[in-house]
Structure formats: C-alpha cells, structure tokens
C-alpha cells in the first residue's frame, strides 16, 4: 500500500519568512495530494490539494509543488504569520482505493 | 466550523469496557471516514461508510466496528478497551466519497485508565 513520508517533522521560521515541508510517496499511481493544518484541539482543516496532472497550484501565501517523477511534493507558505503555527499533514490517496495515507506531520513554529 | 459534529468531545473509561462514538456528516454528504489519532501513530484510517454501505476499511482492530445509519449519521464502537486505544478518533465526511476529505469533526478525546 502506499506510504508517506514528511520533512521536517518540526520547523521554526520568523515571522515574515517562508516556510517548506516536503512529502513523499511511494505508490506512482496515487494521484491526488490535499494538504491539512491542525491546530490544537482541532480537527485537520484543508488548505490546499493538487491533483497528479498538475506541478503545481498556488493560493494565496500557500502553493503546493508536485513532482511525479520523484514522487514528491512540497507545502510553500511564505510570509508567514503567527497564525500559521500548527501541525500540518500532507497526504496521498490511493489510485484504487477511498483511503487517504497522511504524513506523521509537521509542527510549524512561527516566532514573531 | 466544518459542520461536521461528533459527540462526545471527551471520554474516559477503564480497560475492558465499551464506547460509542458519535458522528453527524455536514448536511449532503453521504461518505463518512472515521480516523484514529494518536503520538506516535498519527493520523490512521480506520473505516469508511458511503451511503450506509461499508466502501473501504483501513487498520480497524477487530474489537471496533462501525455503522451508518439511513440517516447518514455514523457511530463507531470500541470494544474491550486497551489502554493503548486511548487516542483522539476524527470523523470526516465528503460528498461522495471519491473526492478530498475537506471537513473533519472536531473529534473525540478518548482516555482508557
């Protein structure tokens, strides 16, 4: 089945500064990769997904990369805001099945 | 506000007993996930009902089991408790089940003493 990894599991940025947490996959026929925060006490919240046919989305201060041939994509979030703090959680649904397999998480830090 | 709710939001309990977790889907959507949430587990897929019908299950133990009922709401039951079952369990719920999971609940807390 498919299995995901996340890096770094902990980051701490300045504020204003820009932030990246890097995922990958193992299963080449997952074809659709949401992104969540978690703050505490919580559920997940999606704040932005991509799907296998395109590189690349962006939404705001958030943009998301996606690298099929090395099976990885990557969480941007620049100019980042106290508010951003929180655990964020990449995942890739499986081609043939209705699971999401999640990354462990990051815990994002943004120090004023 | 996701619009998903579930019910409790805590609860504790000894090992060997049994709970019920409660889940009511955002109003349209037919599929519900349920997620286990622990340290050093993460976030873990347990079972999905889409309709009422089981669609897909995950690492379910086979002391939980779970049900939807016709009017869409979800319970899941953990039977036997362990201590390590102690964890936070999410539900979720999409429209049909093939899209993203865009809304989870705010979960249930549970502790097993």
């Known amino acids: 089945g498919e299995n995901v990894e996340q890096h770094p599991s902990t980051l701490s940025v300045q504020e204003g500064d820009s932030a990246v947490i890097k995922c990958t996959y193992s299963d080449s026929a997952s074809n659709y990769f949401p992104w969540y925060k978690q703050e505490l006490g919580k559920g997940p919240q999606l704040i932005i997904d991509?799907?296998?046919?395109?590189g690349e989305k962006k939404d705001q201060r958030i943009a998301v990369t996606l690298n099929k041939t090395a099976k990885h994509f990557s969480l941007h979030i620049t100019e980042t805001q106290p508010e951003d703090s929180a655990v964020y959680f990449c995942?890739?649904?499986?081609?043939?099945?209705?699971?999401?397999?999640f990354g462990p998480g990051t815990r994002l830090s943004v120090l004023p | 506000d996701s619009g998903v709710t579930q019910t409790p939001k805590h609860l504790i309990t000894a090992t060997g007993q049994r709970v019920t977790l409660r889940c009511s889907p955002r109003?349209?959507?037919?599929?519900v996930y349920w997620y286990q949430q622990s340290l050093d587990q993460g976030l873990q897929f347990l079972i999905q009902y889409y309709n009422g019908e089981e669609r897909a299950k995950g690492n379910i133990l086979e002391r939980f089991s779970a049900q939807q009922f016709p009017d869409l709401h979800s319970e899941l039951n953990l039977s036997s408790l362990e201590l390590g079952d102690s964890a936070l369990y999410f539900c979720a719920s999409s429209v049909e089940g093939l899209a993203g999971i865009k809304f989870f609940g705010p979960g249930t807390r549970l502790t097993v003493l």
């Open positions: 109003s349209g959507d037919l599929s």
């Open positions: 995942a890739a649904k499986e081609n043939y099945g209705q699971n999401f397999v």
């Open positions: 991509i799907r296998s046919n395109v």
